[in-house]
């Protein structure tokens, strides 16, 4: 009876992603190739960023609404059992769908592969596998989803927060270095860079300094010891690794490592142990954010779309960034070694390589340059722009949707651990258990952890880095 029920809407379901597949082959890619001013690499991420936001969305209306699919709804037994289900369901489909491309799209180094057009078209055809698995994972029995949600999502999730950390320390070095190389320049920005540098350090730690005072009033009174001790411990810890930051030992090892990096690590810690404590229950009357019945229904809406697209923007990043892609187009790199792509023109662009690694050698260009193949020229002498991924893909294409596996099981827990009977009803507040406040706590700490590690490590293991024995 069910499968008979769920025909009309499969049916739906069916044309639905395939008119909007059609759509988006046109509509939306050019749309979000303009938002990424013509970059093809980006707009396809944006792509999936918008699919994945659009699946959290509909997860949390699901859970806030304790809503299923009408021929489910027979095996909830208690309140919230639906909407926990769905979300489960819903999660499972999308990462399944990513576990796939993830396991179809290995060792595409080049758009020229015809295994790249899977990635970067054929929107019809993963629309349409998408609704197919969510009607899938509605056929599996509700055991399952409690199996893989303690088995799979929890672990999942917890190495998707383990991505976001590791990419703020590595942003907190890469800007850092940014400002340090235009101001060795010394040109004529070379001021303005200096005090661009001078003033996001200070503006940073003054953040810090005020979040924290801000804690202490408001979140730490007598009888919240949990309050106390986190924003203790940031305070410490926010303390010890800017005194690493600016060691000698330290210094000596890793000459551009300093106030700069050290500041962002602090503000971030120390907004992570405020949101931690301003998202927790007020059981024990410490959060005075989410007493006032006016303002509840709003933060938690606000708070919400925030927590979900800044999970898109993570899961977007990730692939791309330096710290996870291994995908190194190393084409022209080796002295003509190895063979360009078709109609490339080569004598020129190993004059450009030999320059660009010289310049790297010298520390005017950061190593990133060495593989980025933006400036490469086809045969006829012209560039690539409006598709940065002619010579070769931008980014790690299976492992872009590793993470974005692990970015859905993420809010999957997200949604659904630790939710009380009053937060179903309306919209729940996404992340509002204590749960969720100490993981952002411990993100906190490992945070810290992640980039004191990136300080001493060069002393650690020297040869690892590149240093000789003093």
């Known amino acids: 009876m069910g499968a008979i029920i769920s025909l009309p809407l499969t049916s739906a379901a069916s044309f639905a992603a395939s008119f909007f597949g059609s759509l988006s082959s046109s509509i939306l ?31 949390w209306i699901s859970m806030s609404a304790n809503y299923s699919f009408p021929w489910f709804k027979k095996s909830c037994t208690s309140t919230g059992e639906c909407g926990f289900f769905t979300v489960h369901r819903l999660n499972f489909a999308l990462g399944l769908l990513h576990l796939m491309l993830s396991s179809a799209l290995v060792n595409v180094r080049s ?40 088995w799979i999502s929890v672990p999942s999730g917890s190495l998707f927060i383990l991505v976001g950390l590791v990419l703020l320390v590595d942003f907190a070095h890469e800007w850092a270095e940014k400002c340090i190389q235009h101001v060795e320049l010394e040109d004529e920005n070379s001021s303005k860079w200096q005090k661009f540098l001078v003033a996001g350090t200070s503006i940073m730690y003054v953040g810090a300094m005020a979040m924290t ?65 301003a998202s927790e229950p007020d059981d024990r009357q410490c959060n005075p954010f989410v007493r006032s019945s006016k303002t509840r229904k709003f933060s938690a809406v606000l708070g919400s779309l925030f927590t979900f697209v800044a999970i898109a923007y993570t899961t977007t990043r990730a692939a791309a960034n330096s710290a996870f892609n291994s995908n190194e187009q190393s084409i022209f790199l080796d ?34 340059a060495l593989y980025d193949t933006a400036w490469a020229e086809t045969s006829e002498g012209n560039g690539v722009s409006g598709d940065d991924e002619r010579i070769a893909t931008k980014y790690n294409y299976s492992l872009f949707h590793v993470i974005f596996f692990l970015a859905t099981q993420w809010i999957a827990i997200l949604l659904t651990i630790n939710v009380t009977k009053d937060d179903v009803g309306d919209f729940i507040p996404v992340g509002r258990t204590y749960f969720y406040s100490w993981v952002k706590i411990v993100s906190a700490w490992i945070c810290y952890g992640l980039y004191g590690w990136t300080l001493v490590a060069p002393m650690v293991l020297p040869e690892r880095f590149g240093y000789e024995e003093f």
């Open 29 to 59: 890619v050019s749309s979000f190739k303009s938002l990424s001013g013509g970059s093809s690499s980006l707009a396809t991420r944006l792509i999936y960023a918008a699919l994945l936001l659009f699946n959290s969305l509909f997860s």
């Open 335 to 368: 002295g003509g070694d190895e063979v360009g792509y078709e109609g490339v023109s080569q004598s020129r662009n190993q004059l450009r390589s030999e320059a660009i690694r010289q310049a790297v050698e010298e520390g005017a260009l950061p190593e990133s």
């Open 213 to 277: 005072t801000v804690m202490y009033v408001l979140f730490c009174h007598n009888n919240c010891t949990m309050n106390q001790v986190a924003a203790t411990v940031n305070l410490l810890l926010s303390i010890i690794t800017t005194g690493l930051s600016i060691h000698p030992k330290v210094q000596e090892y890793n000459p551009r490592c300093g106030l700069a990096q050290s500041s962002m690590v602090a503000i971030y810690g120390t907004y992570l142990t405020m949101s931690a404590l």
């Open 111 to 150: 758009t020229t592969e015809k295994r790249a057009a899977l990635q970067n078209s054929w929107w019809s055809l993963k629309l349409l596998a998408y609704g197919a698995l969510v009607g899938l994972s509605f056929a599996l029995p509700n055991k399952f989803f409690v199996f893989f949600s303690k």
